[in-house]
C-alpha cells in the first residue's frame, strides 16, 4: 500500500512539474547584449534608498557571463552598487 502511494504521489508531482515549467522561459544573455537591470532596496548604499528612487538601470550592456543566472553589467562609474545580477533582476530591453 505504500508503495502506491509512492507512485500516486510521485505522479501527480510530475504532473505539477510540467504545468508549472509550462511557461517558464530561459533568459540567456549574451555579452554586449542591452538589458534592463532592477535594482532592490538592499543593493542601495546605506541611508540612499528611498520610494521614490530610480530602481530600474538601463538599458545597460552585459561584459559577461558569470554562470547560469549571474551575469556582470556595465555600471556607471557613479552608481556605487556591485555590477554582478542575478537574471531575475535583468530583462531584456524590448
Not at 542601495?44 to 538599458?59: C, D, H, Q
Amino acid at each position: 500500500m505504500l508503495e502506491n502511494v509512492r507512485k500516486t504521489l510521485h505522479a501527480f508531482n510530475e504532473s505539477y512539474k510540467q504545468k508549472a515549467n509550462k511557461h517558464r522561459r530561459a533568459k540567456v544573455f549574451q555579452p554586449g547584449e542591452l538589458v534592463i537591470a532592477r535594482l532592490k532596496k538592499e543593493r542601495f548604499p546605506t541611508g540612499a534608498y528611498s520610494k521614490l528612487s530610480s530602481i530600474t538601470l538601463g538599458p545597460i550592456a552585459i561584459k559577461h557571463k558569470i554562470s547560469e543566472n549571474a551575469y556582470v553589467v556595465d555600471l556607471l562609474p557613479n552608481i556605487l552598487t556591485s555590477a554582478t545580477f542575478n537574471m531575475a533582476d535583468i530583462s531584456p530591453t524590448i
